[in-house]
Structures are given as C-alpha cells and as structure tokens.
C-alpha cells in the first residue's frame, strides 16, 4: 500500500517535472531548429518541425556579415575578465566579513546587495558620461570593469556564504599548529573553499556572458560581445527569423556547452545554504 | 617544562565580563581540570591561554617567560578541539604531520614522528584515509596525535569527549589518562562532566560565573568544598542541600548531606520519608525520598536493597559526614 502510494508519487513528479522542463527548453529548442531552415520555411505557418530542408546556410551567411568569432572572443575576454578581476577583490573582502566580522559586517553586506535592487537603468547616464571622457565607450576594458562592478555583489554575497560554511575551530586549529596568515590561507582555506570559489566563478561567467543591457549600451562594433552581436540582428536587418536563430544558437551555445558540463557545481551553488 | 600562571587574568568581550580576573598557578606535569556549570568562562579561559582569544588585563607566563601577547603557535600549546578540528581535504597522515611540517622539520623526521604517533594511538592502519571515513573515535585519537607530534610544554582540551557515546568515553578517558601518565605532560583539560573531573585530574579548578571557587585535589574537594556550590558540584549523585529548621538545628543556614553519608532504616531514624522514586542499577541503589519537614533527598544505599515506591523509610546521616555553610555559601568548619 505504502509502496504504490510512493510509486504513484513518483511518477506524478516525473511527468510534472519533465513537462515544466520541456517547457522550459521549448523556445532554445525551436531557435535552434529554426535556425536550421530557410527564411521562408521559418516564418511557414502551419510551422514544421522535423520535416523541412535542413540547410546551414544561415550560419554562413551570419559568419560572412558579422564576424562571429571576434565576438565571441569579445564575450571570452569580457566574462572570463570581469569574473578573474571581481574574484580577486571578493575574496578578501568575503574571507574579513566571514572570520573577522565587526558589527557593521552585517550592514555592509546589505548595502552591497541594496545595489543590486537598483535598476541599472539609474545610473545609466553618469556611467555613459565617465566611460565618455575617459574613452572607454565600447572598448573591452570599459566591459571588463562594468561588470566586475556590477555582478561583485553577488560574488562577495556567494562567497560569503561558503567561507561562513568553514568551522573557525579548523582555523584556530591550524593557528595552534603554527600557521601563519599566509600559510593558513593556502593550506587550510583554499582548499577547503575551492567548491565554492568554482561555482561562484561559473555563475559569474554565466551572468557576464548572457549581460545585454550594458553591452548594448556601451560597446558598438569593436568591443561588442555576443550578446550584442545577437541584438544586431534583431532590428537593422528586419526579420530574418532564421538568420536571427542561427545568430542566437552560436551565441549560447559555448555557454549552454559549459553549463551542460558543469550543472553540478552549478546546482551545489545556487543552493548552497539551504539545505543542511 | 609546562609551568603556566595567570596573574590577574581578566576578560570583557565589549561590555559582558566573562573572567573578572583569575589567578592560577599550574605545575609543570599536572593534570588541571577546569569544570563548572556551561557559561562559567572555563572555555574562554582556556582560550586565552592558548592565545585564541587576547586577555583584557593581567598576565599569562609560561615556564617563566611573559606569553601574555604572544600568538598562539609560539607559545608551545598544543590544543584538542570539542569538534576535533581536524583538516577535512586532508588525509590522517597529513593531519598529524601539519604542524610538523609548519615548524618546517624535514620529511624523514615528520615520517618518523607521525608513525611513532599513530602506532601510540592505533592508528597506523587508517593513515591513508580521511577524517570523514573515521568513527567518532578515531577522529578524536588523530586530533590528539596532531598534538603529541608537536611535543607541545602543555597539552589544552576543551571538552575533547563531549561528542562521543557514554562507553567510548570513557575508554578516551582512560586512554587520555593513560597518555598524560606516560609523557608526563602538563596537561589542562575543559569539562562541564564532574565525573571526568574528578577521575582524570590532579588538580580541579572549580568556576562559577569567571571566579575561581575553589583549586583542589578530587578528594580534597570532595571531603572539604569551600562552599555550598562545589559541594554540590563535586560528587555524584550530588549532595542533598537542606535549608530551613533542620539547618538551624545545627547552627547553619544550609545543611549539606551526601547521598552515600546517609545510613537508611525500616525501623526508625532521624528522619521519616517516603519513598518515591527507586533506582537499582544493580551495584548501587539510588532513592529519592521524600522527607517530612525536609524535602525532597537523594540517598546512595547498597545495590540489592529491596525498597520501592510508596514504602516508609527512616534516614539517619552520618553524623562527622556533614557539611554546613553559612547564610553565603561559605562552609563553616
């Protein structure tokens, strides 16, 4: 009796979970298919989705007017760079907040997440104007520093987090048997926080890569990244919607590859502190 | 060489007084227990002579020398954790070899030290594996073979069994007895368990709210508690504590009687008291009676006595067995 209950259950969760998860994967789905068929075919009504003529011209054609591996490498630098430089500014500041908390400690991690709740919009046209008179419009190192501004919040806050996780007695421990600073950080520290430091650095590519509002706003040919790349596409050309796809499709891609690859630690992230 | 002194020890985190000011004196090779109810500042207390915490004023000097700013690793402490603190990304052999190889000693000597330790310790087979593979136990023993490589002037325990079973316990206490017999080792070890207290220690440093309350031997404290709270903190089960116009009758504002300094009676007594609830645990029996004019009693009688609930009974104390103390607490001798 118990048994079937069970069973029933597990099944109802299954199908629940799949179809939300199909639904979820539905429009990547039909971007990428489309992208695979003529113009004609991808504005067809009723639409096909097996049966039509597979074609790769549209990848051609994409690479041909825009160069797609600039961009890409664009989003490569632009990711990898903002996530190295805020990592780099976020671990100290996590690892004083987690082992050497003053009673403010509290406040200021709020004031560095009250930022976030602010639309980025707001501060648009001081930023445009700073990157304007000191010429970083549209160059990668403008990107590089908006968005290690941006997502540093969110890294200090994961960060935070996992360093909260480590018992202060191990460090102690290490101090009795003689550690210094330097030594117990490399020893005892990173290694025990290395799970956490990978899924904060993947998180934050992911946040740099799939970021369109200040790309779109401060680059435009030279240091523009995928995600501008995908928008150029969208209204100067019109609606090529298979042109449009294949564009799409080679800009998540790499990211949908690492994601893939990388699910695990990224799930241990997310959810990192609410399970115990 | 592990002679430790606390001159005027004091600590304030903020505003909040924990040690008002302690002044101890810890011989080389002893085995110091502090024990006191949880929240009496004996952890802290430990700490501070450890150098994980930066004492308020006063003066900590070990073997002579002021340590009292020192930081920990120079102070030749080694420290057993509550929660053993052991490296978990490391495996037993790197756990125990850590502090040798931060004092930079070369891997031959580290190779050398960390076997003889794990043989000590029956360890040698587990040197592969992580302490996450590791039974309470075992945890426990590596934490401890951590300190002994170091071959530290003091060893410091802060609650070492509090997170193992009642029978692994006590064979760790043995063995931790066991171990400060053969390295004759100053030792200070933390415990809220008065059982472990009175079983492991050569000296028993009593605290009640950061105040040292009384430093002595087990027996010592045992036979003379300088006031009401050790009395009914040393021994077990503890001492009966009876105020009112039995006191009186001897001159005192409280009247100490250990349950095992009562002799128990069918036929008549000093006083009369019903049974209410019986413990046998074979060797001994345990009685709490209720008595007329008294209150509540906890008598130790011997094991295969025959008595339960609802039964009248006559309780006599033996009559140099008692302790009195004054309207402070202070014992009246």
């Not at chain 1, 007695?169 to 117990?184: N, Q, S, V």
């Not at chain 1, 240091?223 to 100067?236: Q, R």
């Amino acid at each position: 009796m118990a048994r079937e209950t069970t069973r029933n259950r597990k099944l109802v969760f299954t199908v629940i979970g799949w179809t939300i998860g199909l639904t979820l994967f539905f429009p990547i789905l039909w971007t990428i298919i489309t992208s695979f068929k003529t113009e004609g075919e991808a504005i067809a009504s009723p639409p096909s989705f097996v049966f039509f003529q597979w074609t790769l011209e549209n990848y051609f054609e994409v690479q041909t007017r825009s160069d797609y591996f600039k961009h890409a490498m664009n989003s490569v630098i632009i990711s990898l760079g903002s996530t190295g430089l805020g990592l780099l500014v976020a671990i100290p500041a996590a690892w004083a907040m987690a082992f050497s908390p003053t009673k403010h400690t509290k406040n200021v991690l709020m004031w560095m997440l009250s930022t976030k709740m602010l639309p980025p919009v707001g501060v648009l046209v001081p930023i445009f104007l700073i990157f304007r008179d000191f010429g970083l419009l549209d160059t990668r190192t403008g990107l590089v520093a908006v968005l290690m501004l941006m997502n540093l919040p969110i890294i200090v806050w994961m960060l935070y987090t996992y360093f909260k996780e480590i018992p202060g007695e191990i460090l102690e421990a290490a101090r009795m048997d003689g550690a210094t600073l330097g030594k117990e950080i490399v020893y005892i520290l990173a290694p025990m926080a290395v799970p956490g430091i990978a899924s904060t650095l993947l998180l934050n590519i992911i946040l740099a890569w799939n970021e369109a509002f200040w790309t779109l706003n401060l680059t435009a040919a030279d240091a523009a990244p995928l995600s501008a790349f995908i928008a150029s596409y969208s209204s100067p050309e019109g609606l090529f919607w298979a042109k449009l796809s294949a564009a799409s499709t080679m800009a998540i891609a790499p990211i949908l590859v690492m994601g893939w690859f990388s699910q695990k630690q990224l799930v241990r992230g997310l959810t990192f502190g609410a399970v115990k | 060489m592990g002679a430790i002194t606390l001159q005027k020890v004091s600590k304030s985190f903020g505003d909040v007084t924990v040690i008002p000011g302690v002044d101890l004196e810890i011989n080389d090779g002893e085995f110091v227990v502090f024990v006191g109810p949880s929240g009496c500042g004996k952890s802290t207390l430990l700490r501070l002579i450890a150098g994980l915490e930066d004492v308020t004023s006063g003066a900590i000097r070990i073997n002579g020398t002021d340590a009292t700013g020192m930081p920990p690793a120079k102070r030749g402490l080694a420290m057993v954790f509550q929660s053993y603190a052991l490296y978990p990304h490391m495996s037993v052999y790197k756990n125990i070899a850590f502090p040798l190889k931060m004092a930079g000693q070369d891997q031959a000597a580290i190779k050398q030290k960390v076997e003889s330790a794990a043989s000590v310790l029956n360890l040698t087979d587990y040197l592969d594996r992580r302490p996450g593979q590791l039974s309470g136990g075992q945890r426990q023993r590596v934490a401890i073979g951590r300190a002994i490589v170091r071959e530290p002037d003091a060893f410091l325990f802060d609650e070492p069994l509090s997170n193992l079973d009642a029978s692994l316990r006590v064979n760790m206490r043995l063995e931790i007895s066991e171990l400060h017999q053969s390295l004759a080792t100053t030792m200070i070890y933390v415990t809220h368990d008065q059982v472990e207290a009175m079983t492991m220690a050569d000296k028993i440093v009593v605290l009640r709210a950061g105040n040292i309350e009384q430093v002595g031997s087990p027996l010592e404290l045992y036979r003379n508690p300088a006031n009401a709270f050790v009395a009914g903190f040393i021994g077990s089960p503890k001492m009966n504590l009876i105020e009112g116009p039995e006191a009186e009758k001897q001159s005192c504002t409280t009247l100490g009687v250990r349950p095992e300094h009562i002799a128990v009676s069918t036929d008549g007594g000093a006083w009369k008291g019903v049974v209410g609830v019986a413990e046998h645990l074979g060797s001994d029996t345990f009685l709490h009676v209720r008595v007329e004019g008294v209150g509540l009693m906890t008598v130790r009688a011997e094991g295969e006595f025959d008595l339960h609930h609802g039964q009248t009974i006559f309780l006599t104390p033996v009559p140099d067995k008692i302790y009195r103390f004054d309207k402070n607490g202070n014992a009246i001798r």
